[in-house]
């Protein structure tokens, strides 16, 4: 259904099958019967009415993650769908264009519904894009990149914090899959929608491409890299230009923070036609906001209990759905220190705020790079780390949560939350 201003959608949350490895059905959650869920493009200035119709037999609650929204459509992990109902969600989609994502956040449960297929791109499709010539159309190429455990029989594994044991890697539901490229330029949008393993990624034989775009859209300007960091919940956007390979060359996508081998390659681009180029990068994409003086600080502990019960603690407490955490003023801006003091189990953190997008200042003192110097909603805290965040809250009151991204995390309690007003 659609009207001058405003595009319905219809999705049916289910418990499915999908075909991972080829002649084998695997147990999945679908939004829409599809493994992983279809990409919805929404357009910037029209409104997204989604009906989200739960056909599991398990309570969901649908998150668009990174999306500046009411309250009563984020998604929080407390505002169920019960099996056999409905819940309409509203997007206004007035921030500019990004790569958000929907997914599950049912408190506690969220970390395995995810897992086990409860999770979809959301391109924000912003017309001020379009004139400056980045690929777009066929060349503008959405890879969600994730791990999962398989047994035997094709059946996904979920152990809560059993992260140890998934090995295998997915991109867009498939195996290590390869892709036929053009020899010309692509624009990739990556998403880790993996619960708890960050990527490092880089092209096998180390040519460099650009960074164009983080969390929330474009980067001030490209930046040239040959690797970067992509912990869970984050979204980045490169150019790689294809032009320089021959014809049947080929090039992988090799994750260099494998712990096993089969980890390392994530996916093969086979360079297999010349085509047409007319794309470009511009030297300048789109400047950073002026988030203005901060007058409140605030400092967040990230830590893991590793006791009889093992929880997950954002200022030595678990999450409690009735308490607040952070009492916030609408229209200040603040400055969040963020420190992960796992130094001894050396387990790495990440950090996610609902609602707003954030600017990341520096990471133990030093000034962030590459995808980190565009607006972010989700920051990775490694080990020992102290990263601080600048954050401006505009509109929008109401109770959001904040919380580590590695969902085994969250679903064990490294959640909080904060009370706009
Ligand atoms: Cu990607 Cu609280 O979520
Ligand atoms: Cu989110
Ligand atoms: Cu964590």
């Known amino acids: 259904r659609q009207d001058a201003t405003t595009d319905y959608y219809r999705v049916r949350m289910a418990e499915t099958?999908?075909?991972?490895?080829?002649?084998?059905?695997?147990?999945?959650?679908?939004?829409?019967?599809?493994?992983?869920?279809?990409?919805?493009?929404?357009?910037?200035?029209?409104?997204?009415?989604?009906?989200?119709?739960?056909?599991?037999?398990?309570?969901?609650?649908?998150?668009?993650?990174?999306?500046?929204?009411?309250?009563?459509?984020?998604?929080?992990?407390?505002?169920?769908?019960?099996?056999?109902?409905?819940?309409?969600y509203e997007y206004p989609n007035t921030q500019p264009g990004a790569t958000l994502w929907y997914h599950d956040h049912a408190h506690h449960t969220e970390a395995e519904q995810v897992y086990r297929g409860l999770a979809g791109l959301y391109v924000l499709d912003d017309e001020a894009e379009h004139d400056l010539g980045l690929p777009d159309g066929e060349y503008d190429v959405p890879l969600m990149l994730r791990d999962a455990q398989f047994d035997p029989a094709g059946q996904l594994v979920f152990v809560l914090a059993g992260f140890a044991g998934r090995q295998t890697l997915l991109?867009?539901?498939?195996?290590?899959?390869?892709?036929?490229?053009?020899?010309?330029?692509?624009?990739?949008?990556?998403?880790?929608?993996?619960?708890?393993?960050?990527?490092?990624?880089?092209?096998?034989?180390?040519?460099?491409?650009?960074?164009?775009?983080?969390?929330?859209?474009?980067?001030?300007?490209?930046?040239?890299?040959?690797?970067?960091?992509?912990?869970?919940?984050?979204?980045?956007?490169?150019?790689?230009?294809?032009?320089?390979?021959?014809?049947?060359?080929?090039?992988?996508?090799?994750?260099?923070?494998?712990?096993v081998e089969s980890a390392k390659s994530v996916m093969r681009f086979d360079i297999a036609r010349t085509a047409a180029d007319h794309s470009r990068v511009p030297p300048t994409l789109r400047p950073?906001?002026?988030?203005?003086?901060?007058?409140?600080?605030?400092?967040?502990?990230?830590?893991?209990?590793?006791?009889?019960?093992?929880?997950?603690?954002?200022?030595?407490?678990?999450?409690?759905?009735?308490?607040?955490?952070?009492?916030?003023?609408?229209?200040?801006?603040?400055?969040?220190?963020?420190?992960?003091?796992?130094?001894?189990?050396?387990?790495?953190?990440?950090?996610?705020l609902h609602l707003e997008q954030f600017q990341v200042l520096d990471r133990d003192g030093k000034p962030v790079t590459g995808h980190e110097t565009g607006l972010k909603d989700t920051v990775l805290v490694p080990a020992g780390g102290n990263v601080r965040i600048k954050v401006r809250f505009t509109d929008h009151p109401g109770l959001f949560v904040y919380h580590c991204h590695m969902l085994d995390h969250s679903a064990l309690g490294m959640m909080g939350q904060m009370e706009i007003t």
């Open 17 to 88: 099958q999908a075909e991972v490895y080829p002649g084998l059905q695997t147990k999945v959650l679908t939004y829409n019967g599809q493994f992983p869920a279809a990409t919805i493009v929404a357009k910037r200035g029209r409104r997204a009415v989604v009906t989200q119709y739960n056909g599991t037999s398990r309570p969901t609650a649908v998150h668009l993650h990174g999306a500046h929204l009411p309250r009563k459509d984020d998604g929080h992990p407390m505002d169920l769908v019960e099996a056999g109902q409905e819940r309409v």
């Open 288 to 352: 950073l906001p002026d988030l203005g003086e901060a007058t409140v600080e605030r400092h967040i502990l990230m830590r893991v209990n590793l006791g009889a019960t093992i929880s997950s603690l954002l200022d030595d407490k678990v999450y409690d759905p009735n308490r607040i955490d952070q009492r916030v003023k609408l229209g200040t801006t603040e400055i969040w220190t963020i420190t992960n003091t796992d130094v001894q189990a050396g387990i790495p953190h990440n950090m996610h």
């Open 171 to 259: 991109v867009n539901g498939r195996p290590q899959p390869y892709f036929e490229v053009a020899a010309r330029k692509y624009r990739f949008r990556l998403l880790n929608c993996s619960n708890d393993r960050t990527f490092r990624l880089r092209l096998s034989d180390n040519r460099p491409f650009q960074l164009i775009g983080s969390d929330s859209g474009l980067l001030p300007a490209p930046v040239t890299v040959t690797d970067f960091d992509l912990s869970p919940g984050e979204r980045v956007e490169a150019v790689v230009d294809f032009a320089p390979y021959e014809i049947g060359a080929q090039v992988t996508l090799t994750n260099d923070l494998a712990e």
